[in-house]
């Protein structure tokens, strides 16, 4: 059993960035955690390939939560790859399936209406990329504790960032994958960007959870991998 972190380089305002994404590895059979923007689809696809898999062994992706540099390529995957199972967790699953409006957007729309001149390009921009997002049914849905993947990876629910988001830890390796509860910044772990965090109080308690389960390495998804057994 293996996690691998998939290093994504894109550019955005100019600027070069990265997300992190995880795959982990059980018994040869793969597990994405993420898909990244759209048409990120390739660029994780070669990653995949460069640590010497195929992609014909990737058969789940768990989504940790419905925001675009997540789930922006959840629908390509699935066309793509109509047998891989989406997992995520019931909250969540209604926004990525449509059956629900998301939150995200809920908040986008409120924040767009009361936006200072300077930023209503971006509010704007940023509302229409969350229309954007192509609806997929979740194959799976699943809860705090519940223990998955052949037993080797549990359902942390670490709710804040937004009201349904999930990480894993897989005790085995003694490792957790963070999703947006935590990202690395200067070597330490800190609650994913606030200003957008839908409740700070429950995103802080979320970090502490985190942060109670003492792994020895944390991937997350902005900052990439903080590992503690140095």
């Not at 830890?169 to 999703?179: A, D, M, Q, R």
Request: proline share 3%; net charge negative; charged share 25%.
């Amino acid at each position: 059993m293996h996690i691998i972190e998939l290093p994504i380089e894109f550019e955005f305002n100019g600027q070069q960035q990265y997300i992190y994404p995880s795959l982990i590895e059980i018994n040869q059979e793969l597990t994405l955690v993420d898909t990244g923007y759209a048409d990120f689809l390739p660029l994780i696809e070669k990653e995949i390939l460069n640590n010497g898999y195929n992609m014909d062994q990737l058969k789940n992706i768990i989504v940790t939560h419905y925001d675009d540099d997540h789930i922006g390529s959840l629908h390509a995957f699935k066309a793509k790859y109509p047998s891989v199972r989406i997992i995520a967790s019931e909250i969540e699953s209604q926004y990525i399936s449509g059956e629900v409006k998301s939150e995200r957007l809920a908040q986008a729309e409120e924040m767009l209406a009361n936006m200072p001149l300077e930023e209503i390009e971006f509010g704007k921009w940023f509302v229409q990329q969350l229309k954007n997002l192509k609806h997929v049914a979740v194959d799976e849905t699943v809860h705090e504790g519940q223990m998955i993947l052949d037993q080797k990876c549990k359902v942390i629910a670490t709710p804040g960032h937004t009201s349904g988001h999930i990480s894993l830890y897989l005790p085995e390796l003694n490792s957790v994958i963070t999703g947006d509860a935590a990202v690395l910044e200067k070597n330490e772990l800190c609650i994913a960007n606030p200003h957008f965090c839908l409740d700070m109080e429950k995103a802080q308690q979320s970090l502490e959870k985190i942060k109670s389960l003492q792994a020895g390495t944390y991937f997350c998804y902005h900052g990439g991998k903080l590992d503690l057994n140095k």
